[in-house]
């Protein structure tokens, strides 16, 4: 009877290698598939999705989810599952997973261990959260092993529900470890392409969508890129301009001048912004405002140089449109004085055009100088507020009217605060009647609180009034308001701005300054 078992019990015990054996090779090839899914497969997920379907398959499982950490490898951020088609039992891991709520699992997937569940009630005491977890999901038996990267953990998968078992052989859990690493270089990938990504889509946004114009060149000048706003400026193609020289697109007169430029840049000094003219291709000038830097590699040896220039031509454009419609509003205001007081309007007209000439006289700067013509044409502006009654009234005015009268400058100021000119033309209206000793009003400033361009309009404003026929008084003439400002000058005037009016009168004809 004995002679009869024992061939018998080795027959079981041969059976029991046999399918242990095969089963190790089964897992092997499966693990070795699978590696080569992670190391060919470009695309994380659908490696990750051929892993599961493997994995369950293999172990005869119900369901594979595999659980991406968050950076901070807490919660989880994405899960990834694969279902057996003939089974519906049990649910997913759910996203949010949080692996703080379950210590007895956090300590063994943070030690890196692959482990077990095969009977709910042998889980210890310490394991009461992941045992009403695992109630609540429909797992009754769970095989885990983390996933890894740059030491840190990233994920798990989890084998739910299996019925196949030879995770106890040191053999299995060495191959699921070679899986386990595998895929960690393969989430490593995936998320510095993801990063690189996101740096490519920043970089693409920032070069592409700038308003300036960049150029990366190397150390010979030869253009290697350039943005969208770089090709609109050069007037041509993208083709038209990689390959060729920087300079070629330099103004032949600052060709030298760009080239003593570039090669400074090379050797590391750093230069100020700098105005460059471009010449575009159909040879119409770009004026452009330029930064030009050296880019070094990873050992801080020169590489490459970066140029950017804004197109300061379209700035200027918009801000003469700007200025052609303000010109429209101060004429239109003109035209509303002229029609409501005709002298009023031709005493503005005479008083700019000779504060000008001596704006010029002192070589004023040709921007304040146009800011000096606005506040000329409408320094009277706040007359519109004053009854006509009062400004052509023949007689002398009553304290009470020329009260009124000297609030002109202040209205005027309230008229034009609003208006957004480039220069302070508001404030030049509102002091034009201020004198240097602080006699004037309505502010009574003193010395430099005035404005240049008011002491130059106050200067202008006294020699035409005196020069011209009042609705009270003849003219007094020109001799008289030369006496006039040249009596007050250094207490009343500017010294500096009758200097230059009366220089300027001794030469030309006043008749021909004003127009008259």
């Not at 890894?148 to 084998?159: E, L, V, Y």
């Not at 570039?262 to 040879?283: E, K």
Request: aromatic fraction near 8%; hydrophobic fraction near 40%; proline fraction near 4%.
């Amino acid at each position: 009877m004995a002679s009869v078992q024992k061939p018998a019990a080795e027959k079981k015990i041969l059976e029991g290698l046999e399918k242990s054996l095969r089963l190790r090779f089964e897992l092997e090839k499966e693990v070795g598939d699978i590696c080569r899914e992670f190391i060919t497969q470009l695309e994380f997920d659908k490696a990750v999705g051929f892993s599961l379907e493997r994995f369950g398959r293999l172990f005869e499982a119900d369901r594979a989810a595999f659980i991406q950490w968050n950076n901070a490898g807490v919660t989880g951020e994405k899960v990834r599952q694969w279902v057996r088609e003939e089974s519906l039992a049990g649910a997913a891991f759910p996203v949010g997973l949080n692996i703080n709520d379950f210590p007895w699992w956090r300590h063994r997937l943070r030690a890196g261990e692959i482990f077990e569940v095969t009977d709910l009630e042998s889980l210890p005491q310490e394991a009461e959260a992941e045992k009403n977890m695992m109630r609540k999901l429909g797992f009754s038996r769970l095989i885990i092993f983390p996933v890894f990267h740059d030491n840190r953990p990233t994920g798990f998968f989890g084998i739910i529900n299996f019925r196949r078992r030879s995770l106890m052989e040191e053999s299995t859990r060495r191959l699921l470890s070679i899986a386990s690493q595998v895929m960690s270089a393969s989430l490593g990938r995936q998320r510095a392409d993801e990063d690189l990504r996101e740096i490519s889509r920043r970089y693409d946004a920032l070069f592409n969508r700038s308003n300036d114009a960049v150029f990366i060149m190397d150390l010979r000048g030869i253009i290697l890129t350039v943005n969208d706003r770089a090709v609109r400026m050069m007037g041509g193609s993208r083709e038209e301009v990689i390959g060729r020289e920087y300079f070629s697109f330099v103004s032949p007169k600052e060709q030298e001048n760009a080239r003593n430029q570039f090669r400074l840049s090379i050797t590391g000094v750093v230069l100020p912004h700098f105005a460059r003219t471009y010449q575009r291709s159909d040879g119409t000038p770009v004026f452009t405002e330029v930064n030009l830097a050296l880019v070094r590699d990873e050992k801080g040896r020169p590489w490459r140089i970066q140029s950017i220039a804004r197109d300061i031509g379209e700035w200027k454009r918009s801000t003469e449109r700007m200025i052609q419609a303000m010109k429209g509003s101060i004429a239109a205001m003109a035209a509303a004085m002229e029609k409501r007081d005709p002298y009023t309007s031709g005493h503005q007209i005479r008083v700019t055009r000779l504060a000008l000439a001596i704006a010029r006289e002192m070589r004023l700067d040709p921007t304040r100088s146009e800011g000096l013509q606005f506040a000329g044409s409408i320094h009277d502006i706040g007359k519109l507020m004053i009854p006509s009654e009062i400004l052509s009234k023949p007689g002398r005015l009553s304290e009470l009217e020329s009260d009124l009268i000297k609030k002109h400058p202040e209205t005027g100021n309230e008229i034009l605060k609003n208006i957004e000119f480039p220069w302070p033309v508001g404030d030049i209206v509102s002091q034009h009647h201020e004198k240097i000793d602080g006699s004037g009003y309505p502010r009574g400033l003193r010395g430099d609180e005035i404005l240049l361009e008011s002491r130059i309009l106050c200067v202008a404003d006294v020699v035409e009034a005196m020069s011209s026929h009042r609705p009270y008084r003849p003219a007094l003439g020109l001799a008289a308001a030369v006496g006039e400002i040249t009596n007050g000058r250094g207490t009343l005037f500017d010294p500096s701005v009758v200097d230059a009016c009366v220089g300027l009168l001794r030469r030309e004809n006043y008749s021909e300054i004003v127009g008259n």
